[in-house]
């Protein structure tokens, strides 16, 4: 199956692209294992990124499905 991610921050800065198509079956843990293995630079901030699955925060143990839209909210910081 093909999920939608949407990327921001630095996540879009690294692909060169807002957003991707990742073949993937299984869990968002799944999902973010499969983007460190695209991304190992990045793998510290996926390990602080908070994981949106169609417009609702979602646990690394919920499973995925075909059309979903995911996006990727790295941490923010700010003053």
Do not use: K
Request: charged share 20%; net charge negative; no cysteine.
């Amino acid at each position: 199956m093909i999920v939608t991610v949407h990327l921001f921050a630095r996540f879009r800065d690294v692909e060169g692209a807002a957003s991707i198509a990742v073949p993937m079956d299984g869990s968002v843990a799944d999902l973010r294992e499969a983007l460190r293995q695209r991304w190992p630079a990045l793998t510290e901030l996926l390990r602080h990124t908070r994981i949106a699955v169609n417009d609702e925060l979602a646990t690394d143990s919920m499973m995925l499905n075909a059309g979903d839209v995911i996006a990727l909210i790295p941490p923010v910081s700010g003053g």
